[in-house]
């Protein structure tokens, strides 16, 4: 059974490898500095980081920010030595089954298989491309942005809502 469980820095253990998992999946202009992400972990009243368990043992991790009217899911991770073993299909419907809402996600353009392939597993699991201007704001000055699309599912109507959704990533998430 897929259990998504909110951890703190106080949780040593869970924490320790939702981090370690953080910076072996995604690469520093993908994610925030590591002090950062541990005071938004324990602080921020939106930002849920959480650890992914089966059967009590540690499989990945999915962090995302409650924006009252929708979710966004900014990080999720497997294990990379459990990865193509379905573990994604089956935490995202756990997860959205958990938060009970429109979910909004970034993807990176479909500029290669590999983000070919992400987007086509999120459509398969109730997910909608939004192939509109979107630009992820660096989470670091002197970084630089980078060209994304949003994904969502559940009942928003980003046709109009695409450019609120918008302001409240660039707002709550990013600083800008």
Known sequence: MIEIKQVKTQQEADY?????LMHT???QEERRDTL???????????FCNNIILED??????ISYWNMGDFF???HFAIDPTLRNGGYG???????????QGPIVLEVEEPNDEMSTRRINFYKRL??????????????????????????????LDMDHDFERVKS????????Q
Not at 168 to 175: F, H, N, P, R, S
Request: aromatic content about 14%.
């Open 36 to 46: 950062q992400q541990r005071e938004y972990s324990d602080m921020n009243p939106l």
């Open 72 to 74: 966004y899911i900014e």
């Open 25 to 27: 999946a995604f690469p």
């Open 56 to 61: 009590g043992k540690q499989i990945g991790m």
């Open 89 to 99: 299909k089956r935490v995202l419907e756990a997860v959205k089954e958990q938060l």
């Open 126 to 155: 109730g997910f909608t491309l939004h192939e509109k201007p979107y630009m992820q704001p660096p989470y670091r000055k002197g970084d630089f942005g980078l060209p994304m699309f949003l994904m969502s599912c559940g009942e």
């Open 168 to 175: 409240a990533l660039y707002k709550e998430v990013y600083g």
């Open 16 to 20: 320790a490898f939702v981090e370690q």
